[in-house]
């Protein structure tokens, strides 16, 4: 949990500053830490099979669009604060609101 207060911690100082890069590297650090967190060896596997894809598509997105810093930066406390209580129903709807908010993007 500490890791993913300092990485969420990070991700608030470049979205201040509006840095691009120094972001997407902070959001894949995050999801990794998030799949690590959920303990599923099997969700760890996809995660890293998709990884390098997940970071192009980062990338291209953050890039066209700063704005989404902020909206990814908000749905990244919520996932975080809906894990670390518990609240799975929450997590849930957090994380397919997440998802759905880049589909069609590019």
Do not use: W
């Amino acid at each position: 949990m500490a890791a993913l207060t300092q990485n969420l911690d990070r991700q608030g100082r470049y979205v201040e500053a509006g840095d691009v890069p120094g972001f997407v590297d902070a959001d894949d650090e995050f999801h990794a830490l998030m799949v690590e967190a959920s303990g599923n060896a099997i969700a760890q596997r996809f995660y890293e099979m998709l990884r390098d894809r997940q970071q192009r598509l980062r990338n291209l997105l953050l890039r066209v669009d700063p704005a989404n810093l902020t909206s990814a930066y908000a749905d990244h406390h919520t996932l975080f604060e809906c894990f670390t209580s518990g609240d799975q129903s929450g997590f849930t709807s957090a994380l397919v609101a997440h998802i759905k908010r880049y589909q069609g993007a590019l």
